[in-house]
Nanobody
Framework: QVQLVESGGGLVQAGGSLRLSCAAS????????MGWFRQAPGQEREFVVA???????????DYADSVKGRFTITRDNAKNTVYLQMNSLKPDDTAVYYC??????????????????WGQGTQVTVSS
């Protein structure tokens, strides 16, 4: 049984930082593109970032324009975990953040939400 378990959400003031973690189990982690999506109240779920395999041991990130330069995704294949470091947070970043996994997915597939597994979500609230 595949599980993606997020942690690290919370309440932070604008300009602050949070680090989300997503621990995966039940899958061959290195075979999966990993990413984060978010959903704000009354809005559709949107792509935030993905890190996809580019050959050998190379994984490269792809960021939504809205978070580029502020968010950083990393993955630790030894720990089956992906992280999202969020800096310079804004009230517009308030949302439920979901971890996502897609087998052998390209960046475009991730952006198109062609996801095999979702986490349960973790709330991030940024106060002004």
């Amino acid at each position: 049984q595949v599980q993606l378990v997020e942690s690290g959400g919370g309440l932070v003031q604008a300009g602050g930082s949070l680090r989300l973690s997503c621990a995966a189990s039940g899958l061959t982690f290195s075979n999966y593109a990993m990413g984060w999506f978010r959903q704000a109240p009354g809005q559709e779920r949107e792509f935030v970032v993905a890190v996809t395999w580019r050959g050998g041991n190379i994984y490269l990130p792809d960021y939504a324009d809205s978070v580029k330069g502020r968010f950083t995704i990393t993955r630790d294949n030894a720990k089956n975990t992906v992280y999202l470091q969020m800096n310079s947070l804004k009230p517009d970043d308030t949302a439920v953040y979901y971890c996502a996994a897609a087998a052998f997915a390209t960046t475009q597939a991730m952006r198109n939400s062609r996801i095999n597994y979702w986490g349960q979500g973790t709330q991030v609230t940024v106060s002004s």
